[in-house]
């Protein structure tokens, strides 16, 4: 693969990642297809619109589950994602958007939503060099920092470039792209994502310096749930994850129905979360209203009016995600593993009979029970 040149200025460079040879043991009808992902933080806690935390008692939380990790067989995903480099999970070709960082914040965003992806690596043309990525947190932090009114045009959007927001925004505490080679293992690809508290991992070529791929926690879960159904299944998988204390499970961030959008927007930025419950008035959970239903207020051009209703914004868009979204205490960690996986979800909402949120169990919270803590690693708190 030949180094690209920089994209011009205000320009959406797309790259087809070239068509890989099949690697052994990996038939092409297994090869994954490129899915939407979906940004997610780990913590999550509730407020309606005061912050109310849930508490569970130790049986809830359950005890002693480190030596459920610490058998033999427990070490098989461990060894599997170690024996698989990263090039074995890009799929055999995908879409690839890369911005300049002289584009348009506005115009950005609205081709995010148009290619059906959730993050783009930035070119900067004067360092000839990929300098970061461009996700939806950023267009959440930019509505969060300057809307008013419905009245008042957030000129910030629609005016300012992706290299004004950086240099505005961060103001010189960039910090350093975080990225992996293809060569590098699967391993290290989940103990980065999760240690350093990103969605989005490029792939990057060392030799051209070219990004191959995206790698995400749903990637890697998928490609483990499709290639590793060929291996042993460890014990701890028919254990529940009140037993194996697998989650979030104190301080969920919920937000109420009626609240209005930028309440929302507030809890994203406040406690990085990326998805909340949505609760009624008895405190079930009717909804979800994730960081990924924000970046469509961009392809509606509805950014100027955040004084709605979570509940209207639900009802306006698309695809509804309720009944596919929780799990209960009682579940196996296999269960919530496949339902997780089939539903294409990035997350669970644990919740009780009274359909009640109890807690969240997440892509990172599976993966650093799948692969990490049998290593003797907590990446979640490092």
């Known amino acids: 693969m030949e180094r690209l040149p920089g994209p011009a200025a205000h320009q959406v460079v797309l790259l087809d990642a070239a068509a890989r040879p099949e690697e052994e043991g990996f038939p092409e009808a297994l090869c994954l297809r490129e899915e939407e992902e979906e940004e997610e933080e780990e913590e999550d806690r509730q407020r309606n619109p005061r912050p109310i935390t849930f508490s569970l008692a130790n049986m809830m939380l359950g005890l002693g589950p480190e030596s ?33 960082i002289s584009l ?22 004067k360092t000839q060099s990929f300098v970061g990525m461009l996700t939806i947190t950023d267009f959440i ?11 008042v045009q957030i000129y910030e959007v629609e005016e300012h470039k992706i290299e ?4 505005v925004y961060l103001q010189g505490s960039l910090k350093p ?60 998988l028919k254990k529940t994850v009140q037993e194996l204390c697998v989650g979030t499970f104190r301080d969920v961030a919920v937000v109420h129905e009626t609240a209005p959008i930028y309440a929302a927007l507030d809890i994203f930025v406040d406690r990085r979360v ?27 051009k509805t950014y100027n009016n955040l004084d709605i209703s979570v509940r209207e914004a639900l009802q306006q868009r698309a695809v509804c ?19 997780i996986t089939e539903e294409q979800v990035h997350r669970l909402v644990l919740v009780d009979e009274n359909q009640c949120p109890r807690g969240i169990v997440s892509l990172s919270d599976i993966l650093q029970a799948l692969v990490l803590t049998p290593a003797g690693i907590d990446a979640l708190k490092s």
């Not at 348009?104 to 043309?125: H, Q, T, Y």
């Not at 419950?277 to 924000?294: E, K, T, W």
Request: neutral net charge; aromatic residues 10%.
């Open 104 to 125: 348009e914040i506005k115009k950005a965003f609205v081709a995010l939503v148009a290619n059906g992806v959730r993050a783009a690596p930035l070119w900067d043309s």
């Open 68 to 100: 459920d990790f610490q058998s033999p067989d427990a070490e098989v995903y461990m060894h599997f994602m170690r024996s698989h480099c990263c090039y074995d999970a890009i799929p055999t070709s995908c879409k690839l958007v890369v911005f300049d």
């Open 321 to 339: 995600l309720e009944g596919v979204l929780t799990c209960y205490p009682h579940e196996t960690m296999e269960d919530i593993i496949d339902r």
């Open 164 to 167: 004004t927001w950086r240099d």
């Open 141 to 151: 932090n930019i509505l969060h920092r300057y809307y008013r009114s419905p009245l």
């Open 177 to 236: 792209l975080v990225y992996i080679s293809p060569s590098h293992s699967l391993f290290d690809a989940v103990y980065s994502l999760i240690k350093h508290k990103i969605h989005r991992l490029p792939v990057i070529e060392p030799v051209s310096g070219n990004v191959l791929h995206i790698l995400t926690h749903k990637r890697i879960l998928k490609f483990l749930h499709i290639f590793g159904s060929t291996i042993p299944k460890p014990h701890f």
């Open 274 to 300: 990326s998805a909340l419950p949505v609760i009624n008035d008895a405190g079930r959970v009717v909804g979800l209203y994730s960081r990924f239903d924000v970046i469509h207020l961009a392809a509606q």
